[in-house]
């Protein structure tokens, strides 16, 4: 749900929603509050938990098939979570995990997933990739590269269609972002003022290769100009910019502009998925954004910082987070396995 935190920005608005201008708007980071730092904090934390959680039951082989953890970009999904309003949908691809999580998935259901288990999101068929909640309106992880751009784009004209205020926004990375359906998206998106956020999740490396190698311009913000859409850069390691970008995409989208691109500067701390070494990449390079940029010490250090939070009480949140991920892995381990009937059913011929 959206909160009503104060956003400061060195230029404004107005500079930063010129359409088919290539000036650069100074960033602008929302003012959280003691309960916004917490949820932030809170929300973040499950989500490193359960994938830390999810990798070591992938290493037992109790998840098959493939596996992408978000662990680095939390700030990313959870920052637009709290920008959005009830009614707004999220699709994204197969880096989905906390995507589901932030919007208010039950982690048994996530997990049970992972392990092919009947209580998993899509019933145990669907695997780490493809995981759906028209209840919570989550239109999925998607598997094929790029394919959730052009649904996402669906989902906007749905609701301009339906008049309902609502946005969509949808998820791709770096890697992603030369596909040709984005860019059909894109103009079909502005021709017909659809309320879309586009966002592209920027780690850097696709799914092994430095975007500087792999794309001929690396402001991804930008790739939208063509089609007269704005556009932004976002530090998608900070919860208070991507909260207050999204807030300002989202206002613009509700007001009947067209779509929005954000592109969200982040980090992947693993692999592109478990089978990926990552030897591309040195591990001071790894090690130095932990360090420096990790979404959820930033959160962790202002709460001490501005006596809002003491160590205790940060091991105790912790704590909480790990039982209840411990209870989603019990669950994913224990709950039985689709009835072999389970095979003839939600198919379309």
């Not at 916004?36 to 290493?59: S, V």
């Not at 998820?171 to 972002?177: K, L």
Request: hydrophobic share 35%; glycine share 10%.
């Amino acid at each position: 749900m959206a909160t009503a935190s104060k956003t400061t920005s060195a230029s404004s608005k107005s500079t930063s929603r010129t359409r088919g201008s290539a000036k650069k708007a100074q960033p602008a980071i929302a003012e959280f509050d003691k309960d916004e730092e917490l949820h932030a904090y809170r929300e973040m934390l499950l989500i490193r938990r359960f994938e830390e959680k999810a990798g070591q039951l992938y290493g037992m082989g109790l998840i098959g098939g493939f596996c992408h953890l978000y662990i680095g970009q939390e700030a990313v999904v959870v920052g637009m979570q709290m920008a959005k309003k009830d009614g707004d949908q999220m699709i994204t691809g197969y880096r989905d995990h906390g995507h589901m999580l932030a919007m208010d998935l039950d982690p048994k259901g996530v997990m049970a997933e992972l392990t092919g288990r009947r209580g998993g999101l899509s019933k145990g068929k669907g695997g780490s990739m493809h995981m759906f909640s028209k209840e919570k309106h989550f239109y999925g992880g998607h598997g094929i590269v790029g394919a959730q751009v052009s649904l996402g784009t669906g989902l906007g004209f749905a609701n301009k269609y339906r008049e309902n205020g609502n946005v969509a926004m949808a998820f791709f990375g770096d890697g992603a972002s030369n596909q040709g359906q984005v860019y059909e998206s894109f103009n079909m998106a502005e021709l017909w003022k659809l309320p879309v956020v586009y966002v592209v999740e920027n780690n850097k490396y696709g799914m092994g290769t430095s975007v500087a190698r792999a794309s001929a311009t690396t402001d991804l913000s930008q790739r939208g100009a063509s089609f007269n859409i704005p556009g932004k850069q976002v530090d998608g390691m900070d919860v208070r910019a991507v909260k207050a970008a999204s807030e300002e995409a989202l206002e613009w989208c509700r007001e009947g502009k067209g779509p929005f691109i954000l592109e969200m500067i982040t980090y992947r701390y693993r692999g592109h998925s478990m089978s990926d070494p990552a030897k591309y990449r040195s591990k001071d390079e790894v090690q130095k954004m932990r360090t420096e940029h990790d979404p959820i010490e930033q959160v962790r250090v202002r709460l001490m910082d501005k006596g809002w939070a003491s160590e205790d009480d940060l091991k105790a949140i912790d704590k909480e987070v790990r039982a209840r991920v411990a209870e989603a892995a019990e669950f994913a381990q224990t709950d039985p396995e689709p009835d072999a009937s389970e095979l003839y059913t939600d198919i379309l011929l």
